[in-house]
């Protein structure tokens, strides 16, 4: 493994040029404070010049100190197989992360002083040079400070690729709302625009919305999910990134809430007595509020400039044109195979253009449920209506032979997991209000959730709701 040790702060940010911001309208909605910058600096390089075989071990408080880059190309170039290279990596990593703790803790019992230190703890020792405080090197070895980031060049590449083909339906449709367009790169920073997308805390598709804030908006269930529809999705990210605008007032923080949420942004706001999204960045020190929060917007801003500058980093990128669609809303259950015969479509087709359907629908196992919106390409959609009229209603879903294409998606699918309703109680909130809301029973609630006699709720506490109910509009 080759290590590159660290850089002066100086050339390690000076190896890409300074994108220059456009002075437009949506320099108003993106201001990028001077105290960002640095963040956004550091973002830009993990994008375009880190691979995803290199590592970049960092303080996570002030991202200009940089203390070694991590290489392991070389050897996937000698042979050896991903796999053992992703255990080297992670063991090499936390030994290097030991040795820089280890360095910082040595400085600091030096009191400060500089004399008879090796190359490396020097080269450490001047990172520090803007900073007096005595210390300085025992808060910076401390875990929340030490830090490993893995670079994304290659994920980042494809993201963009990919956006090419959805970017201007999604710009279309936050145009519609009023909203700015650029929003519309966050997936590249949420998920790098992996269609697949899907954590191991449950959030799915290109926006990854988590299960409960994806069912406000979408449907969300063992059968259906929309979240992993890019244009169902990005519906979706327009009304809620709305509704924290219009509750924030500003979009740096509706864009940091849609990682850290708009009460926890709302409470920073208030600790800190101001809506200046750097100085909130700087100063508050909320339990929740951590790495990833303090750095959504900087992600957002270094996300913008590569992308607006896609050619001069990644060159030309083939485009393959979206296929034409329209969408229908089943008032009938229908199995895929018939769905595929009436769409006048291959099976492989309807399920590539309908990726919120669960692998139970596309094995043929389930029907896609009434009520589903299905995507027909448009070459089949005239006349889809009368045909499905037509038709006879399917009394049994056939299982058919599951081609590899349809495997494939079925096994995307497969991950989401059966949906189970619930809703967080907020301040001044009763049972009947809630069970008014869902259209259920107050008894079946206590029962479902345990509620004695005296049906008190507290704020916070999460209910579950009876299967099988719908929320009411009102």
Known sequence: MRVKLGFLVAFFFTTLPVVAVRADD???????????????????????????????????????????????????????????????????????????HNTLLRLHSLGGAADGLSSDERRIYDMFADDSSPDRFL?????????????????????????????????????????????????????????????KVGAAG????????GRRFLRVDNLVDERRDPIFSTRAAARFLDEMHDSLGAWPLAITAYNHGPEGVARAVGQCGTRDIATIVRDYHGSAFGFASRNFYAEFLAALDVERNYREYFGNMPVEAAPRTR??????????QQAAHMAHADRDVLATLNPSLSSLVLAGRRPIPRGARLRLPEGGASGFETRLAE???????????????????????????????????????????????????????CTTNGIGKTGRLRPGQTLRIPRGVRRSAA
């Not at 993106?30 to 691979?51: C, D, H, M, N, T």
């Not at 096994?411 to 109680?425: D, E, F, N, Q």
């Open 26 to 100: 949506t320099h108003a909605d993106f201001p990028r404070p001077a105290g960002l910058e640095s963040q956004v600096r550091f973002w830009r390089q993990i994008f375009v010049e880190y691979s995803v075989h290199q590592v970049v071990l960092h303080d996570a408080v002030h991202l200009d100190k940089v203390y070694k880059v991590l290489d392991f190309r070389p050897e996937l170039d000698d042979g050896m197989s991903p796999l053992r290279v992703e255990r080297l990596q992670r063991a090499e990593t936390d030994l290097e992360l030991e040795r820089i």
């Open 139 to 199: 808060v910076a070895a401390d875990d929340k400070h030490l830090r490993a980031q893995r670079g994304l060049r290659e994920r980042f590449a494809e993201g963009i690729r990919v956006s090419r083909r959805y970017l201007p339906e999604m710009e279309r449709i936050f145009r519609e709302d009023g909203l700015p367009p650029e929003l519309t790169r966050l997936p590249l920073v949420e998920s790098c625009f992996n269609l697949h997308a899907y954590s």
């Open 206 to 213: 290109i926006w990854q919305f988590m299960p409960a804030t």
């Open 327 to 336: 969408e229908h809303r089943l008032d009938r259950a229908l199995g895929i």
């Open 391 to 445: 038709a006879p209603v399917e009394e049994r879903v056939v299982e058919h032979k599951v081609t590899p294409a349809v495997a494939r998606h079925a096994a995307h699918a497969g991950r989401v997991r059966p949906a189970v309703l619930t809703y967080r109680v907020q301040r001044g909130q009763t049972l009947s209000h809630i069970a008014k809301r869902y259209r259920v029973s107050v008894a079946s609630l």
